[in-house]
């Protein structure tokens, strides 16, 4: 078997769904193939300008044979006179030269198949992928699949807990992509949602905040426009970097031989796996890395938040590519190396490459490192969420925008279940910590607004929400509500007649105010 080449690119379908994988490869319009492997099942699929062109599995069921065995296209009996086949293709080839089927029957035929083994493969919930770049189909292998159609089935199909889980952060953005096909296929609240982003990039809190959808609904949406390839996706965690799509893209490759079996390393003894052949092997010269200096690596490392961060390596890097990184630089930055050096440099590198020494002994475990990544996921989560408030600066938390965040996602959540009481001395502390937060302050004075004591502070909250936030929709609905609640009904029309000089567009505002004249 070709030794993995350094263009080559792996990880688990559990930490990257294989229709997210087929998107990426497909906008950074990448060749090559991705193999595919869930215990006993294996799969092939390969690429050709980021368009899927071919696909080969090891599953009886998905067998070229069984499928025209099953369609009562051909009888056992009519295939006594053909050669003895060792693959689909070359049985595909020997059915249309033997008379038996027409090449147009046997091309629905294949795209059926192929069609069935991605629905089967995108279904895998576990498993492993390894992409590379080099090993191809054949020139003249490219079945018309209309994956499109395929992976927007799979994503309306997706539970709405599966597809919460695919967003992590409220800060994400999403851009329209120009010319995109498979408009046609989307459903009246999907294409609602791709209209909003005809402009710049949107995030996901702005979205959400426009399009006024369910949550659980958006979100599919959402997920549906970005499977079927009309959306961009941005500030999120991909499987393929940009350093590394670019080193791909930037590699000048050159053809040097024909292989003779595609996928041998798929042969198992039952069932036996059909092979494609021949697929073509190429070899790249990779574009030589920048050497890292001293002073970036000692910056790098003092400025980490993780022990990723020291290594210079992803979350989702593998042990080998951990221990590459941490051996290249004991190679270039061991204490040793430098001992010339003025004593407060010195002091620098050592501490530097104990923290290097302490990163890669936590990580190169799977015990040490999967409790250290449970010990930090909830760190890292935090950050996102306060980076997306704008609460992070130079990489540094703030601390009482951190515990205003803490205290109002405790608060947020005891006010969903009607535990008021409760709720309010958390959102009061939301509140003190972040007081320019609108949102806390708004949801402060909503939690004061169920004691009839309360309701003068809980006015003074949600008005000074209102003015750190005036064209904020979610903020100034509270407001009116309160009024209409409070049987304030021209105090309500004020605020929705003040609110639409603001953003004259907003349909709820307009139901609301329409709702008053009844």
Known sequence: MTPQNPLDHKGSLSSNPLAELLVEIEQA???????????????????????????????????????LLDQKLIKQSSLTGLPK??????????????????????????????????????????????????????????????????LVDFARCQPSSVILARFKSVSESFE?????????????HEEFVLQRLNGEPRSIEQL?????????????????????????????????????????????????????KTVAELKVDKPKIDTLEPETEVKPEVPKQPELKLEDYLERVEAADTHYDVLGVQPKAGVAEIKSSYF??????????FHREAPAMLQRIQAAFSNVQSAYE???????????????????????KLKAQGAVNDGKV????????????????LLMEEEYDR?????????????????????????LSYDDKQRHKAEGEMQAAVKLDPKNPKIRMMLVEFFMENNLLKRAEGELKRFLELVPDNAEAKRFLAKLGE
Not at 52 to 60: E, P, Q, T
Not at 234 to 260: H, L, T
Not at 398 to 413: I, N, P, V, W
């Open 328 to 337: 290249n630089l004991a190679k270039l930055f061991h204490p040793d190396r």
């Open 176 to 188: 329209k992509v120009a010319d995109s096909e498979g408009q046609s296929l989307l459903q009246g």
């Open 208 to 260: 959400k905040r426009e399009c006024g959808l369910p949550e659980n609904g958006f979100l599919q949406a959402l997920y549906v426009l970005w499977l079927g390839g009309m959306v961009r996706r941005g500030e999120w965690n991909a499987a393929f970097s940009e350093n590394r799509i670019r080193a791909i893209q930037n590699a000048k490759i050159s053809i040097i031989k024909q292989a003779q």
């Open 85 to 150: 086949c060792s693959n689909d293709v070359e049985l595909a080839i020997s059915l249309v030269r033997e008379g038996v089927l027409s090449k147009q029957q046997v091309d629905e035929v294949v795209v059926k198949q192929m069609e069935r083994i991605m629905i089967d493969v995108l279904s895998w919930t576990n498993g492993d992928w390894h992409y590379s770049p080099l090993v191809r189909s054949r020139v003249d292998l490219a079945v018309p699949i209309n994956l499109k159609k395929v």
């Open 423 to 447: 709720a309010v001395p958390f959102l009061g502390r939301a509140a003190h910590y972040s007081p320019e937060n609108a949102l806390y302050r708004a949801y402060y004075g909503k939690a």
């Open 362 to 384: 936590t990580l190169k475990s799977n015990d040490t490192r999967e409790n250290y990544d449970f010990k930090i996921r909830k760190d890292l989560e935090m950050k996102e």
């Open 398 to 413: 703030d601390t009482k925008a951190e515990q205003g965040l803490e205290s109002f996602e405790a608060g947020l959540s």
């Open 29 to 67: 319009q990448l060749d090559g193939s991705m193999r595919l492997s869930r215990n006993e099942d294996k799969a092939v699929i390969y690429f050709r300008d980021g368009d899927l062109v071919y696909v080969v599995s090891n599953g009886r069921d998905y067998r070229l044979l069984k499928l």
